[in-house]
């Protein structure tokens, strides 16, 4: 039925040259991406199969279902991966607007070499102070805006809640 005309002596060869065609097909083409990669393996599950003498129908059994089962496992890590490393939401220094951190070097307003600088989730930034004031070290700040490189602050109220300005 699934013989294709071809004796079965052949089929265990066919297989495993089908499993090292698509290997390589995912490997050069697909760079790595796991499309093929299950029906390589289930090819080189049908070739072993076929050297143990199993039926051809099971061997093609074997590839389509094996090949079909591996994908859909392989599909559902790859989504379980992606979706248990997602990436803090915003991109660069626009995701630490609305945060707060702490002044690791005095902020002045009138420093033309602008030498402030924040430590706000476990980064340091230059720091710009959106008031008149300086801010002195120590002092908690909360992220305004992103000029650049440099981040612009205001100071904490410390008796608002939530620590607003």
Known sequence: MLGLGID??????????????LALVEL???GGNFILLPWAI???????????GVS????????????????????????RFVTDNDLAPGV???RLLGAVGTVTRAIDPTDVER?????????????????????????RVLVREVQG??????RVDPSKPGGTP
């Not at 002596?9 to 065609?21: E, N, R, S």
């Open 42 to 52: 289930s090819g080189f599950a049908a070739s072993m199969a076929g050297f143990a």
């Open 56 to 79: 051809r129908e099971l061997q093609w059994l074997l590839f389509a279902l094996g090949g079909a089962a591996l994908f859909a496992l392989f599909y559902k890590l790859a989504r």
């Open 115 to 139: 030498r402030g600088r924040i430590s706000v989730q476990g980064e340091v930034w230059g720091a710009l102070t959106v008031g008149q004031d300086p801010l002195p070290e120590g002092e």
């Open 28 to 30: 050069t083409v697909l």
């Open 8 to 21: 079965l002596d052949v089929w265990p060869w066919v297989w495993l040259g089908i499993a090292v065609i």
């Open 149 to 154: 490189t440099r981040l612009v602050v205001e």
């Open 92 to 94: 660069g220094a626009g």
